[in-house]
């Protein structure tokens, strides 16, 4: 609690006090000792409150999904939901019951649903309840396939201009959309790679398993359903170590404009040499950022609150993406000026002493 309070009221002191030249004489410290999480995160909220228009895409995309044209899939799902309700038709029991709570529940996800909802994948923002008066319905199951995919495309587009722009605020303290719109397409192809091997790994991972399942199945059900369990637990495992290790490859690629291969080398090292930080920095992120979206969620009801939790989700959701680039550049220098005089000694050791005594004189 006393670490909370002492946190929010640096953050505020910072913004109203001192203004920009807090997060700058953060940013030179850093280069002496490593930066905690909670020094991050109040460099981050200092450094979005004094460029606010850092979260000005957040608050844009959330703004059109909450008061712009809805793309509905609604009578697709209406379709769906009357081939199931047919198969039930000639079934009786559990299995009919079944089907009717079913069609419930996805006639009502098919009512809900707006295709523009993925622009907003993967950048953060508080999503509610469209008040838009305009409805597209689709009715064709290739053509709002072929929509979803290309909305989906350029939403991941949006987030990788959108990470580039809070990078570009961190290192060079300005935004460069030009040169941020030309970053972003490579930024895509090596985050799309990423993702495509993490996916990889973990169907390595649980594909002998569901064989296995699917073998026991046939002589022991209970089996079956313990080694599910084993499984489940196993898959979470991998995937905690997987993203917990890779945490900061977005963090490389968009700040030091690395390859995948040395994001990933860096990314690892980095967190082996600070894994109790790094641990840290998540927990806090994820603390404010769930405990807060909660409070959002809870205002959004009216159309002031709705307003109230785009602006407040975007600025502590961009916030906290900007301190966490913060504590990777911090702990990266530091540790790399480490491995440059590990490697400076060994390569000294190494040199043979006429080398040596030459280089002396």
């Known amino acids: 609690m006393l670490h909370a309070v002492s946190f929010w009221s640096r953050g505020l002191s910072a913004i109203f006090q001192h ?24 460099s981050g909220f200092v450094l979005i409150a004094r460029r606010p228009w850092a979260m000005l895409l957040p608050v844009v995309i ?7 044209p809805r793309l509905s899939i609604a009578p697709l799902v209406r379709q769906a939901v009357d081939a199931l309700q047919a198969t039930a038709a000639v ?14 529940s996805l006639a009502a996800l098919g009512d809900q649903t707006n295709l523009f909802d993925l622009l907003a994948v993967g ?37 990788a201009l959108y990470l580039l722009m809070i990078a570009q605020q961190v290192r060079d303290d300005r935004i460069a959309l030009g040169a941020a719109i030309g970053r972003t397409a490579p930024v895509v192809w090596r985050l799309g790679v990423l993702g495509v091997v993490v996916l990889g790994i973990l169907t390595l991972v649980s594909l002998p398993a569901l064989l296995g399942i699917g073998l026991l199945s046939l002589f022991s059900a209970q089996g079956a359903a ?6 489940i637990w196993g898959c979470v495992s991998v995937m905690f170590w997987l993203l917990f290790y890779l945490y900061f490859v977005m963090h490389a690629i968009v700040l030091d404009n690395t390859g995948l291969r040395q994001g990933v080398s860096r990314s690892v090292v980095l967190v082996r040499q600070n894994s109790g930080s790094t641990l840290g920095l998540i927990l806090l992120t994820l603390l404010l950022g769930l405990g807060l979206g909660q409070v959002w969620g809870a205002i959004a009801e009216t159309t002031l609150g709705a307003v109230a939790g785009i602006l407040g989700s975007a600025y502590i959701a961009t916030g906290l993406v900007a301190a966490s680039l913060i504590f990777y550049r911090s702990r990266w220098s530091i540790l790399q000026k480490q491995l440059n005089t590990v490697a400076a000694a060994k390569l000294a050791q190494a040199a043979p002493p006429e080398q040596t005594d030459q280089a002396d004189k």
């Open 91 to 104: 079934q009786t029991g559990q299995y009919a019951e079944w089907v009717q709570s079913q069609s419930k």
């Open 226 to 231: 313990m080694l599910s369990s084993l499984l």
């Open 19 to 42: 203004g920009g030249s807090v997060v700058e004489s953060v940013i030179v410290d850093t280069e002496k000792k490593p930066i905690g999480p909670i020094d991050a995160l109040t």
């Open 123 to 159: 950048v953060p923002g508080l999503i509610v309840t469209p008040k838009g008066p305009v409805v597209w319905s689709l009715d064709n199951g290739p053509v709002a396939a072929a929509l979803a995919v290309a909305i989906l495309i350029i939403g991941v587009f949006l987030l």
């Open 62 to 68: 959330y703004l059109f999904t909450w008061l712009g």
